[in-house]
């Protein structure tokens, strides 16, 4: 636990496989509170086996009022509060990847540039990312090669067309993943071993 806004923030810590020292951590954002979405969201603890599998100490955590973690939902507004918070807690400095899924992919773009003029990101990892209910920040040009958009191609939930439109003005790349629904149904390993492949990616 750690201290919020608006209580205790709940996160979940992993350590990077291997005995070799970290390459820095990885904060993964779940998806939305009023849905069921935790920190123990499978896609989520699929994102933290790619970054421990990858060399990266993995960060989880309950948004406000899921969980452990105090405090009431906060449409998306307070919950970047506690991303920055968890963010101070445990990265202060050194190499920092950020990660969401759904709705914590979305507060992570805001997260992402909020971060990105104080510090650098190395890797930036969007799936699923909801941009329906409210917009999704912009990614920054200097920052496409760090970061690893995936979409499913069959998500009812947040359609492939409306993160299209979202990419397209900004001309990020989508990986598009035939046949995926919003949770990766049957394709986790697939969504892992993407994340594998990005995070061992040069950045140029």
Avoid at 30 to 53: C, E, I, W, Y
């Amino acid at each position: 636990m750690i201290q919020g806004a608006a209580g205790a923030i709940e996160f979940a810590l992993d350590a990077p496989l291997g005995d070799s020292a970290a390459k820095g951590v990885a904060v993964i954002a779940h998806p939305h509170p009023l849905f069921g979405g935790s920190m123990d969201n499978k896609v989520v603890q699929t994102l933290a086996r790619a970054f421990t599998q990858s060399g990266w100490t993995a960060v989880r955590f309950n948004f406000r009022g899921v969980g452990g973690s105090q405090g009431v939902h906060d449409e998306g507004r307070g919950e970047l509060d506690d991303l920055l918070t968890l963010v101070s807690a445990v990265a202060p400095e050194g190499s920092l990847c950020l990660a969401g899924f759904s709705f914590g992919a979305f507060v992570t773009t805001h997260a992402h540039e909020r971060l990105s003029a104080l510090r650098e990101i190395e890797k930036l990892v969007l799936v699923g990312t909801s941009v329906s209910r409210a917009p999704a920040a912009p990614i920054a040009s200097e920052a496409h090669l760090k970061t690893l958009v995936i979409h499913g191609e069959q998500d009812d939930t947040v359609t492939l067309e409306a993160v299209l439109d979202w990419a397209r003005p900004q001309a990020l790349p989508v990986t598009v993943v035939p046949g995926g629904g919003h949770f990766f149904h049957g394709q986790l390993p697939l969504l892992k071993n993407l994340v594998v492949r990005h995070l061992s990616s040069a950045n140029s």
